[in-house]
């Protein structure tokens, strides 16, 4: 189950007109500080989200599945998908336990700055230019005043750093 503040701050991103994925953001967020804090872990940075991914589609946040994704995790999305259009079903004892142990053993490095890092840009590389800069564009529209000045200046700033190197 996400926690209560992590639905509200999706919820209040849908209100605000933020796309799916950002959403789901909130909820891929939450799983990473979960691995982070030593909860559980996870095999790959990719599992972490993929997690998180899960868990907003079943609190009912419509993030289809990539074109790209393979037919078993084009089903599962549809099956979250379809779990958060009815209430919540109480998971077995036994899976639960299952899970958690599974879960327990996995490490937790998996979701270090260093490990994000490499999936962002892993991730991004396999996008074009042109997709990239639309998203961007998108993203600002959404931000609002205040959030594309605080964008501009930590933009600046890292600029800022890097040159320093």
């Given at each position: 189950m996400p926690e209560k503040k992590t639905v509200e701050r999706a919820q209040r991103d849908r209100r605000q007109g933020k796309a799916a994925s950002t959403q789901a953001g909130e909820f891929v967020h939450e799983e990473i500080e979960h691995v982070r804090e030593g909860k559980h872990g996870a095999k790959s940075t990719r599992q972490a989200i993929a997690i998180g991914l899960s868990k907003a589609r079943r609190a009912g946040v419509k993030v289809p599945a990539s074109k790209t994704a393979s037919p078993e995790t084009k089903r599962k999305a549809a099956q979250d998908s379809e779990a958060g259009k009815q209430p919540a079903?109480?998971?077995?004892?036994?899976?639960?336990?299952?899970?958690?142990?599974?879960?327990?053993?996995?490490?937790?490095?998996?979701?270090?700055?260093?490990?994000?890092?490499?999936?962002?840009?892993?991730?991004?590389?396999?996008?074009?230019?042109?997709?990239?800069?639309?998203?961007?564009?998108?993203?600002?529209?959404?931000?609002?005043?205040?959030?594309?000045?605080?964008?501009?200046?930590?933009?600046?700033?890292?600029?800022?750093?890097?040159?320093?190197?």
């Open positions: 079903k109480k998971t077995s004892a036994t899976r639960s336990k299952a899970v958690k142990k599974t879960l327990k053993k996995a490490s937790t490095s998996t979701a270090s700055k260093s490990a994000l890092s490499s999936q962002t840009k892993q991730a991004a590389s396999k996008r074009s230019t042109a997709d990239r800069s639309a998203a961007a564009t998108k993203a600002a529209r959404t931000k609002g005043a205040a959030g594309r000045s605080a964008a501009a200046r930590k933009a600046a700033h890292t600029r800022q750093a890097h040159a320093q190197h």
